[in-house]
Nanobody, 119 residues
Framework: QVQLVESGGGLVQAGGSLRLSCAAS????????MGWFRQAPGKERELVAA????????YYADSVKGRFTISRDNAKKTVYLQMNSLKPEDTAVYYC????????????WGQGTQVTVST
């Protein structure tokens, strides 16, 4: 089992950058694929980016390709989401998740961190 705590959200102007962090507790962080999801008001939760256990494979939603970068440090039990060129439509609560498959099947979730992009 793993517990996840996100940080790094906040208010930023369009075109700006933020880096989200997700710190995990538990011994088995490196055995999980990790993902970042987001949910905007009135919309379904969507997978934004995911990274494999070793970090060698990544996935990005089309809406964030070229702007967001997911990475992980297994020694620090932390996964990151670097978000550049932010747009107002990136405004959402961002959740970190751990699971056995790269793009689905996530079992463990953090509490979420709010990202607000102003015009």
């Amino acid at each position: 089992q793993v517990q996840l705590v996100e940080s790094g959200g906040g208010l930023v102007q369009a075109g700006g950058s933020l880096r989200l962090s997700c710190a995990a507790s538990g011994r088995t962080f490196s055995s999980y694929n990790m993902g970042w999801f987001r949910q905007a008001p009135g919309k379904e939760r969507e997978l934004v980016a995911a990274i494999s256990r070793s970090g060698s494979v990544t996935y990005y939603a089309d809406s964030v390709k070229g702007r967001f970068t997911i990475s992980r440090d297994n020694a620090k039990k932390t996964v990151y989401l670097q978000m550049n060129s932010l747009k107002p439509e990136d405004t959402a609560v961002y959740y970190c998740a751990a699971g056995g498959m790269l793009v689905r099947g996530y079992d463990y979730w953090g509490q979420g961190t709010q990202v607000t992009v102003s015009t």
